[in-house]
């Protein structure tokens, strides 16, 4: 079996597609969750059910809510370091940006180093 190829990216790239996959994954709970609702509905509909029955349905149904929301907590972690490896980054390019510019003042003039003969013309 040969090792998966993985592509070389941008670290904006590789924020991105850690950005898709979050939203994809509270895409998928948020499915699941609803499918817990649907079956709460259809036992509530049912009235043949006895409360044992219900009991054992509502331990269930806490099992996937509790690990949704481990799983919730997870992605929370995960938005938080992607947008604080954005912030880096954004803050790297100002940061690099503003040394190449900080010969202007803030009219607009440079103040760089000047040579006597660029003053006297």
Same mark, same amino acid.
């Given at each position: /079996?040969? /090792?998966?190829? =993985?592509? %070389? $990216?941008?670290?904006?790239?590789?924020?991105? #597609?850690?950005? +898709?996959?979050?939203?994809?994954? +509270?895409?998928?709970?948020? &499915?699941?969750? %609803?499918?817990?609702?649907?079956?709460?509905?259809? =036992?509530?509909?049912?009235?043949?059910?006895?409360?044992?029955?219900?009991? %054992?349905?509502?331990?269930?149904?806490? !099992?996937?809510? *509790?690990?949704? =929301? !481990? *799983?919730?907590?997870?992605?929370?972690? *995960?938005?938080?370091?992607?947008? +604080?490896?954005?912030? $880096?980054?954004?803050?790297?390019?100002?940061?690099? &940006?503003? #040394? $190449? #510019? %900080?010969?202007?003042?803030?009219?607009? @003039? @440079? *103040?760089?180093? @000047? @040579? +006597?003969?660029?003053?006297?013309?």
């Amino acid at each position: /079996m040969s /090792m998966p190829e =993985i592509p %070389n $990216k941008s670290q904006e790239g590789a924020l991105v #597609d850690l950005l +898709e996959s979050i939203a994809l994954e +509270e895409t998928a709970l948020a &499915h699941l969750i %609803n499918a817990e609702a649907e079956k709460i509905e259809r =036992i509530i509909d049912d009235c043949n059910v006895t409360p044992q029955e219900i009991i %054992n349905f509502q331990k269930e149904v806490s !099992k996937v809510l *509790k690990t949704t =929301i !481990k *799983k919730e907590m997870l992605l929370q972690f *995960k938005l938080e370091d992607v947008l +604080e490896a954005q912030e $880096k980054e954004v803050r790297s390019c100002t940061d690099n &940006h503003q #040394d $190449k #510019d %900080n010969n202007w003042d803030s009219e607009g @003039y @440079y *103040k760089g180093d @000047y @040579y +006597e003969d660029d003053l006297e013309d």
